[in-house]
């Protein structure tokens, strides 16, 4: 075959030399643009992982760019006045210089046509080619010209990054965080040669305008960084080559191929520096493609080989670049995280390294992190601790197992289970079996247990069996639960306070959710009269009066509650029940003073919460389940949900629950393992105020990295054994 | 977890003499239900016609659809059909959903191809309310209409799932794609206070066999799955051609959760029938009633 590269980086160089080294009968061309040695950027990094492919690829490469590596094992994170480290994570880097004189030698030696300084404005001057495999760079003029078959899309980033060296030899990966007068600055650095260092300087749109970056020239952007810098480079000068300030562009394409050109690197797809290198993905492109290439003499088999190989993988490495990118973007809602939850919150933000992770790479690292929560959790325990005590905690457990004081409750871990509540009674009157399943979960060794939804009145049950605390004979029943789990296990007890208002009246959820009941209906509620499916009963749009009684039930519950000797008190203003049916604008469609802005469709709901905060005693605390998402358009979203969060705390609320969804019949959250949890973060960080989470977690190692990455305080946990558990007829 | 197996209704030069046999074949032991696949435009059956033809001849095995595409059939005449098959086999039928993923199939029905999520939805909602009320008849065996299943891999999948639903059933891959799946189902599950657990359904290929059985195998499925382009191969790649690597892929759906696994056959010939019982009998796995 007669092949033309264009564009001579790392992905067009390397891919003509696996090419040809697998059929020297094949004629390969490569055109570059710029001379031999011109080149930007620094240095550039691999991990591991990527080196044995290139191993396997070609040994004789390999072993020269090995031979310039500069490897580490640490990633350093300056944060605040403190420098922390974590171990263990081996990656390794060259100066973008070296790599493209290893290549270039490379390919001649294998006799490959190299010509520089070519320009090409127009591919269709290479049609004489039989295959034109295009790494021409972001900028790609082949995309550019076929982008209705190839169909790119970019995306720009919010932040704005300069890229610059430093001659200056760092030990390790390192993370700088710096906050002056202008905002927040973050730095990306690693060594990459026995002199210099890389140095990726990131800041958010605010910041850059607040410092005047936007104006300045090379030099001034230059100076800008070295003074930001100072403490940090010590002697050190930052260097530019041509550096500017840019946002960076995430490029991805949905045809790779087309006819007889081929795309790869840059020209197909980018991912946030933050994450890896581009060139990383571009040379383990150019090994796919040669060994399609290789297996396959049809030209378009080969290229959809190619294709089908490298785009999933592409796939799922952005979309974990895409969510480091956005960590760095709104990196400022994590600034009010201590050093160490703040390090672990860093180093897990991909959501593809886990605690157990971390703590098998570097043990010192795992128990720093531990060591911190017992702290923390003992420091919740004495008002005036002497901080000689920091030090005393040597041996602890891992976050999971810590302790957390809501108020005067000592939850004695991070656990709760909530079974299931579906038949939990009768006209209102907890069941035995119910019951039992409270007790089970209490023994397990859970550090909180909830009942599920319990109706503060007949009317605003969700099923006829749905469990209630309306009447005075439904609190003994409570109690026995209660005093059982108090006397003969170590875990608390919470109530959660929920009427159905538009969901209620249906079937029991064995066959599906809001089902109607086929008789003995009762009337529904609702802020604004619109029913929550076309076959549900239509509610009455609440007036004063039905209010004032709404408010009275759940006093009148929650002064029972307290009878019963509940531990936390939970109300539910989500899910789409009768509180929810206030806040969401998809559901309150009220021109009184309990509709319009989000302040006065929270008016009734927290109405409603002085009201039990009032009457619950001052030393238990209250918890209260919000929408962090209604997943419907022009429905509340996280922004709200923080807003949200932000009164309820003002007004007395201790920990929020997050969750998303089922507001209205159309609400389709994307479920998954984990799908609450980044909710939860930003309500936690950007409100301030301890959270509690759900979303099928199954284990020890999900719980502590939620916890020790401060993205929640208390996990609700499914684990697959609680089904045998709750099954379990009674608790002996 | 238990195993059945799929019916040959959708591989060219499937005649009805092997099906019926096959039917009876698979009643007997130990597979637990016959399941079929739904296609429009190809040399295949429709699905509920031939469940229904098999449905006289056999007893014991569940009659299973993984999955027919409901947006497709108007949804008065499926209920009836599905509440009749239901009637007439005794309660075996299980009704696994979809929107599909062909275009023309919805073209050829002269089906609007847009909104077809939501229009899976309305029919799911429609079923509901037809089987209950008995609004049209028969009278299904089991009060509310036969057990529900869907398909579907988009995020919406999940959420009508666990809105109308008992389960999910997987399109297939390998256990470790099912498993994420599965993981979206339980969330759902749990987060919408459904008590009990979802029914997780799954199925694979297998061609058993010498070396011509096996291509025979892989050129069928590049074909039933040419409309996906380059990604047929993917899909042929999956096909289990050796008893161990069937014996793996049941201990991999086992471990990750699956409660029935439906194994389709790739060619039309009762040997295949015949080998995939010797594998299932050599793992211990039976019908449970």
């Not at chain 1, 994450?275 to 088999?301: C, N, P």
């Not at chain 1, 946990?717 to 608790?731: I, N, V």
Request: proline residues 4%; negative net charge; glycine residues 8%.
């Amino acid at each position: 075959m007669k092949i033309v590269v264009l564009g001579g980086g790392p992905a067009g160089l390397y891919s003509a030399l696996l090419i040809k080294k697998a059929n020297p009968v094949h004629d390969i061309t490569i055109i570059e643009r710029n001379a031999p040695d011109v080149t930007y950027g620094w240095g550039v990094v691999f991990s591991d992982r990527t080196l044995a492919s290139f191993q396997r690829a070609d040994n004789k490469s390999y072993e020269q760019i090995t031979n310039h590596f500069v490897i580490w094992d640490n990633i350093d994170i300056h944060y605040r006045d403190q420098k922390l480290s974590c171990g263990g994570h081996v990656i390794s880097s060259i100066s973008r210089k070296s790599l493209l004189n290893i290549l270039q030698n490379r390919c001649r030696e294998l006799g490959i046509d190299l010509q520089f300084r070519r320009e090409i404005n127009d591919s269709a001057e290479l049609r004489d080619y039989d295959l034109l495999i295009a790494a021409d760079g972001l900028n790609s003029i082949v995309r550019k010209k076929y982008e209705s078959n190839f169909k790119p899309g970019i995306e720009y980033g919010k932040a704005r990054y300069i890229w610059l060296g430093a001659d200056k030899v760092l030990d390790a990966f390192t993370f700088i965080f710096r906050e002056n007068e202008h905002g927040l600055f973050q730095v990306h650095s690693y060594p990459f040669n026995a002199t210099t260092s890389t140095f990726i300087i990131e800041c958010d749109e605010a910041s850059w305008l607040n410092a005047g970056l936007d104006k300045a020239d090379e030099s001034q952007s230059l100076a800008y960084c070295q003074h930001l810098l100072a403490d940090n480079l010590g002697e050190a000068r930052l260097l530019s080559n041509n550096s500017r300030w840019i946002s960076f562009p995430m490029l991805k394409t949905q045809h790779w191929h087309h006819e007889n050109i081929v795309l790869l690197g840059d020209a197909i797809h980018t991912a946030h520096f933050s994450i890896g290198s581009g060139t990383k993905l571009a040379m383990e492109d150019a090994i796919a493609l040669s060994s399609a290439l290789e297996q396959h003499a049809d030209l378009e088999t080969a290229l959809n080989a190619y294709e089908l190989e490298r785009k999933p993988v592409v796939e799922i490495f952005q979309k974990a670049a895409r969510e480091s990118q956005t960590y760095f973007e709104t990196l400022k809602r994590h600034m009010t995280l201590e050093p160490v939850p703040f390090t672990f919150n860093l180093l897990t933000r991909s959501g593809r390294i886990t605690y157990d992770d971390l703590r098998s790479r570097d043990q010192r690292f795992g128990d720093l992190v531990d060591r911190w929560y017992a702290n923390k959790a003992i420091s919740q325990f004495s008002i005036d601790r002497p901080s000689t005590m920091q030090t005393q905690i040597v041996f602890s457990p891992p976050p999971v197992f810590t302790a957390l004081k809501l108020r005067n409750v000592h939850l004695p871990n991070r656990i709760v289970l909530s079974p299931c509540s579906n038949c939990a009674a009768h006209n209102g009157r907890l069941v035995e079996s119910f019951a039992n399943q409270l007790k089970n979960a209490a023994r397990s060794g859970t550090g909180l247990v909830e009942t599920g939804q319990v109706a503060v009145s007949d009317l605003g049950r969700i099923t006829p069996d749905c469990a209630g605390i309306y009447q005075s004979e439904h609190v003994g029943a409570w109690k026995q639960v209660v005093d059982y789990i108090h006397n003969y296990t170590s875990s608390m007890v919470a109530i959660q306070l929920n009427h159905a208002g538009r969901r209620g009246s249906t079937r029991s959820r064995v066959d599906g959710l809001d089902i109607p009941l086929q008789e003995d209906n009762w009337p529904l509620f609702s802020a604004s009269s619109i029913p929550y499916s076309p076959s549900n009963q239509l509610p009455k749009e609440m007036n004063q009066a039905d209010m004032d009684n709404v408010r009275n039930d759940f006093v009148l519950a929650t002064k029972r509650a307290h009878e019963a000797g509940f531990d936390l008190l939970h109300l539910n203003f989500a899910q789409g029940y009768l509180l929810a049916s206030f806040i969401s604008p998809l559901t309150n469609h009220r021109s009184d003073e309990f509709g319009g802005d989000l302040q006065y469709r929270m008016r009734f709901p927290l109405a409603i919460f002085d009201a039990v905060r009032e009457t619950w005693p001052l030393e238990k605390p209250i918890a209260v389940t919000i929408s962090a998402d209604d997943c419907v358009k022009d429905g509340l979203n996280v922004n709200d949900a923080i807003e949200i969060a932000k009164m309820l705390k003002n007004h007395g609320c201790d920990i929020i629950a997050v969750t998303i969804g089922q507001t209205t019949i159309d609400s389709e959250p994307a479920y998954g393992k984990g799908f609450l949890t980044p909710f939860s973060d930003r309500i936690r960080n950007e409100a301030g105020t301890p959270t509690m989470v759900r979303g099928y977690l199954t284990t020890n190692d999900e719980v502590n990295t939620i916890i020790a990455a401060g993205r929640a305080d208390l996990c609700i946990m499914d684990p697959p054994q609680l089904h045998d558990l709750y099954e379990a007829t009674s608790a002996t | 977890m238990q195993v059945g197996v799929g019916l040959p209704g959708t591989i060219p030069g499937a005649h009805g003499e092997l099906i019926f046999e096959w039917a009876c074949r698979a009643d007997e032991a130990p597979f637990s239900c016959l399941g079929v696949l739904d296609r429009q435009v190809y040399d295949s059956y429709d699905p509920l016609i031939t469940l229904s033809a098999v449905a006289g001849i056999t007893r014991h095995v569940k009659l299973a659809t993984t999955i027919i595409i409901g947006p497709l059939r108007n949804n008065a005449l499926l209920a009836k059909a599905a509440a009749s098959l239901d009637a007439l086999s005794g309660g075996r039928l299980v009704l696994g959903l979809a929107v599909g993923a062909r275009k023309d199939d919805y073209d050829a029905s002269g089906v609007e191809y847009r909104d077809r999520g939501k229009r899976l939805s309305e029919q799911l909602s429609s079923f509901r309310s037809i089987w209950e009320d008995n609004l049209i008849g028969p009278e299904t065996n089991h009060q509310g209409g036969p057990k529900l299943l869907i398909g579907g891999l988009s995020d919406q999948s999940y959420a009508r799932m666990v809105r109308y639903t008992d389960g999910y059933v997987h399109g297939g891959g390998p256990p470790r794609a099912f498993s994420r799946a599965a993981d979206k189902a339980f969330a759902a599950w749990s987060d919408a206070g459904r008590p009990g657990k979802p029914q997780l359904w799954a199925q694979g290929y297998f061609a058993l066999g010498d070396t011509n059985a096996i291509n025979a195998g892989y050129r069928y499925l590049k074909d039933y799955y040419a409309f996906t382009g380059p990604f047929a191969e993917r899909i042929a790649s999956g096909l289990l051609t050796s008893p161990q690597s069937v014996a793996q892929f049941i201990r991999g759906y086992q471990d990750a959760g699956c409660d029935e696994l439906v194994l389709f056959p790739t060619l039309p010939d009762m040997t295949q029938l015949d080998r995939l019982a010797e594998i299932l009998h050599a793992q211990d796995i039976r019908r449970t009633e």
